[in-house]
Nanobody, 127 residues
Framework: QVQLVESGGGSVQAGGSLRLSCAASGRTFSNYHLAWFRQAPGKGRDFVAAIRWSGGSTNYGDSVKGRFTISRDNAKNTLYLQMDSLKPEDTALYYC????????????????????WGQGTQVTVSS
């Protein structure tokens, strides 16, 4: 079992920045690929970014490429998402998720492939 707790959400104006964190506890953190997803009101859960268990590879959704950066610190059992140049359309509930490193990283954008989820942290971007 892996427990995930997100933090760092808040309200910001367009063009601003936020840094989300996801603290993990339970099983060995480095045994899992990690990802961020988001869900806006009335919409499905969208892929934001993913990072390989080692941190050696990353993958981003098209809408956030060049603006968001995913990283992890396996020594601190923490996942991060640096969000820059925020837009109103980035407004959503942001979730971190984990799945075993044995799963192919190439499927990182598939929400159903993740086993563990946090409760989410709200990000609101005003124009």
């Amino acid at each position: 079992q892996v427990q995930l707790v997100e933090s760092g959400g808040g309200s910001v104006q367009a063009g601003g920045s936020l840094r989300l964190s996801c603290a993990a506890s339970g099983r060995t953190f480095s045994n899992y690929h990690l990802a961020w997803f988001r869900q806006a009101p009335g919409k499905g859960r969208d892929f934001v970014a993913a990072i390989r268990w080692s941190g050696g590879s990353t993958n981003y959704g098209d809408s956030v490429k060049g603006r968001f950066t995913i990283s992890r610190d396996n020594a601190k059992n923490t996942l991060y998402l640096q969000m820059d140049s925020l837009k109103p359309e980035d407004t959503a509930l942001y979730y971190c998720a984990a799945r075993p490193s044995s799963v192919l990283f190439t499927t990182a954008n598939i929400a159903n492939s993740y086993i563990y989820w946090g409760q989410g942290t709200q990000v609101t971007v005003s124009s």
